[in-house]
């Protein structure tokens, strides 16, 4: 018997050329290096340029995973853009990359869980190969962070940044071996919307008909992530048929240093074994996983056949986990 498998066969990642560190925002903002680094382990954030958009950061990311993936837009048939700063609130971010790289043909369209829009557009796209509905997809998570947020509010300024990471997924026929097969092996999506108000943005053009800027209460969403990311670590593995102790490499969303180190010591993995690249960009929301999984992979950290654990918390509240064997 013979499974049907989404298959990663590139990545790529972007960062916008300006890089803001903490001495730069201790000129403007009422912190330091050391308040910020103690508490969140960022030392660092690329905020986007003046007219650099989310599309423009996002179609960087496509275009190097496309090289990586030695394949032509041409061989594409979906993209699924994972976005809380998209371009403009209509057409889908997605549809201005698909423009842009000249794709006119099968469908592309953008999914927002914010943190956790990686994982959920990873997983959606990942549903529509399984069906077979696409041969290959191209998913990105692509944030403008630095658009939304109070500039004068160092609880929060502070934590995010601007980046874009994209994969291409490919349909590939496996054994149905979870202990062997590559690519997406299971996924697991939560959602809990009673939070709202510890994450959240205070415009829209339903209620405020303004952007907003963004508002959190931090202490009860590292309290909330911890347990959430766990648990979200522990299904997925379960569904595949595997355990915690048999993945290679955590690809954690890069939100604050402290989450990521005590959803690891829940976990029961060592600290070796999580990717970390929260110190060179910070919080860039549904980017982060895919810029820090591009990191992986770009250093020969992350080689084929390892099992790899994707994991994510957001605003809404929403979280969830895929596990795929690069």
């Given at each position: 018997?013979?499974?049907?498998?989404?298959?990663?066969?590139?990545c790529g990642a972007y960062l916008p050329e300006r890089c803001l560190t903490n001495h730069d925002l201790a000129q403007c903002v009422d912190t330091s290096d050391d308040w910020i680094v103690e508490r969140t382990g960022i030392?660092?954030?690329?905020?986007a340029a003046e007219g650099e958009l989310t599309s423009d950061l996002?179609?960087?990311?496509?275009?190097?995973a496309l090289d990586h993936a030695g394949l032509a837009i041409d061989a594409i048939d979906l993209i699924v853009v994972a976005t809380a700063t998209p371009d403009e609130t209509f057409p889908a971010t997605a549809t201005r990359i698909q423009a842009a790289l000249g794709m006119t043909h099968g469908a592309a369209f953008d999914v927002q869980a914010v943190c956790s829009g990686f994982i959920y557009a990873l997983t959606t796209a990942d549903a529509f190969i399984q069906a077979g509905k696409a041969e290959r997809a191209l998913v990105i998570g692509a944030e403008t962070f630095s658009r939304i947020l109070d500039w004068q509010d160092r609880a929060t300024c502070v934590l995010f940044g601007d980046g874009a990471g994209a994969v291409v997924l490919e349909a590939r026929e496996q054994t149905g071996d979870a202990g062997r097969d590559r690519g997406i092996l299971a996924s697991h999506l939560r959602s809990d919307g009673r939070h709202h108000d510890l994450l959240y943005v205070d415009?829209?053009?339903?209620?405020?008909?303004?952007v907003?800027?963004?508002?959190?209460?931090?202490?009860?969403?590292?309290?909330?992530?911890?347990?959430?990311l766990t648990e979200a670590v522990e299904k997925t593995a379960d569904r595949?048929?595997?355990s915690v102790a048999d993945i290679d490499w955590v690809v954690p969303h890069q939100a604050n240093k402290r989450i990521l180190d005590g959803t690891a010591k829940k976990l029961g993995i060592a600290p070796d074994k999580v990717v970390t690249t929260v110190d060179r960009h910070a919080n860039t929301s549904a980017a982060s996983v895919p810029l820090a999984l591009a990191t992986a992979v770009g250093d020969g950290r992350i080689q084929s056949g390892d099992l790899v654990m994707l994991e994510a918390m957001g605003g809404g509240f929403t979280w969830g986990a895929c596990l795929l064997r690069w």
């Open positions: 018997m013979t499974l049907r498998r989404s298959v990663a066969v590139g030392r660092q954030r690329h905020i996002g179609l960087a990311a496509a275009r190097r415009g829209g053009p339903s209620s405020t008909k303004t907003g800027h963004l508002r959190m209460k931090g202490r009860e969403v590292f309290r909330h992530a911890v347990v959430n595949a048929g595997l």
